[in-house]
């Protein structure tokens, strides 16, 4: 280990005690669904009218880790950024760009490559299952991702990252690679970044298999409701969910062993407000050929706005470029001086007018 960075090995600067703020991205290699919704962009929503900074990141380049048509990669970064806009984020409120436009991302990135252990990125259990049993074929990126995944989080010294349950690994590599560059450089430089874990419905299920997570690479366009899917179709989508032959019971643990009806009863509770216990006592003993229509009708309800606004939003591309090359200065101008830090504190020679 080396000695610790003195204030003048910093640039003259001390590492300020870490004021909150959350850091959070999404993926842009798909249509964005309603577990993207209820997972991420709602709750995305509601930290930004909590006051506290939000910077939330559409991750380009994570999503090359395999490959990746370029035209729909654009068009699917520009529609999730529509997505983010139309759930409720106010790009004037949060920080909202895409990870590639903000080249401290890859900087740090490569740094923590140097402090993240093989062992480490090989018990990633979120590669193993991408990678299967064609390791030796896949991308170098995808191996090293939670590395730039905790450099996206720690490049903001973010102190909360909200997360589902699926990404709970990778926020903990985060937090042991944090610890382990403070304790290399003796310094006390970045944050041990807390999981934001709550809701009903933060890992919606597929509508085909209430074992396996919604997902946007579904071969079954069935198993899932895309935000821009119109009234019609998420309302025909809900009424073919998987289900099984018993009314919803009369007490939450009813619900246990019984995949399809836990995930549809998380969905209107998402999708309400209203606690599961609150669902599930409204509904006891009701088939499912009564509770889907009433799920359907408040699903539209809360979808069509947003799928209305995604169109609009969508319809003017540049104004999309704009709002999120605006977000990537906001972002630069926070990540850059700590990468400098970062520099200083490994002792790299930075005479370049940085």
Known sequence: MSSPASPDQMGGQTPKAFKPRIFSGIQPSGGLTLGNYLGALKRFVEKQDEGIETIYCL???HAITVWQ?????????????????AAGIDPARSILFNQSQVGAHAELGWIF?????????????????KAG??????????????????????????????????????????????IKFNNDYGVDFFPVVEPLIEGAATRVMSLRDGSKKMSKSDPSDQSRINLTDDADTIAAKIRKAKTDTEPL?????????????????????????????????????TQFGSFKPRLAELAV?????????????????????????????????????????????????RSRGK
């Open 59 to 61: 991750v380009d380049m």
């Open 301 to 349: 309800a809360r979808l069509s706005p947003i799928t209305g606004e995604m169109n609009r939003l969508m319809a003017d591309p540049a104004e999309i470029d704009r709002i999120l090359a605006d977000g990537a200065d906001r972002a630069d101008a926070i990540a850059r001086p700590i990468l400098e830090q970062v520099y200083a504190i490994t002792g790299m020679i």
């Open 69 to 85: 048509d370029p035209a729909k990669l654009r068009q699917q970064t520009r529609e999730g950024a529509a997505a983010f806009i």
């Open 113 to 129: 490559n140097c402090v993240a252990r093989m062992g480490w990125m090989g018990r990633m259990t979120q590669f193993k299952d």
């Open 249 to 285: 019971p009369e007490t939450v643990d009813g619900l246990r062993d019984r995949p399809e009806a836990k995930n549809l009863v998380n969905i209107y509770s998402a999708l309400s407000g209203q606690s599961v216990a609150e669902v599930v006592a409204e509904f006891a003993n």
């Open 133 to 178: 049993k064609n390791s030796e074929n896949v991308s170098l990126g995808l191996f090293a991702y939670p590395a730039l995944m905790a450099a996206d989080i720690l490049l903001y010294h973010a102190t909360m990252v909200p997360v589902g349950e699926d990404q709970k690994q990778h926020l903990e590599l985060t937090r042991d690679i944090a």
